[in-house]
């Protein structure tokens, strides 16, 4: 999935700390979710397996789009670099 190989791609070339979220985590399979190109077959393409393969590559993923904010900041604290976001102008 495009996920996937953005995950793959975060994992070879970014740096920084890469924070994501996967909606349609309570989506069953073979529920067209979105668009006609959004489904989800045979365990691939599911919101699980999307964050684990993010969380593999790097990416910290928040539960909820509500979470995105304090799960970048614990991954910048993690990266030892939050102090330098409160300074920046």
Request: proline share 4%; net charge negative.
């Amino acid at each position: 999935t495009a996920e996937e190989e953005a995950a793959e791609w975060i994992k070879a070339n970014m740096t920084k700390p890469v924070v994501g979220f996967v909606g349609g985590q309570t989506a069953p399979p073979g529920k067209r979710m979105g668009h006609a190109g959004a489904i989800i077959s045979g365990g691939k393409g599911t919101a699980e397996e999307k964050i684990k393969t993010l969380n593999s590559c790097g990416v910290k993923t928040a539960d909820t789009p509500s979470e995105i904010g304090t799960t970048l900041i614990d991954a910048a604290k993690e990266a030892g670099i939050y102090e330098q976001l409160l300074t920046v102008k």
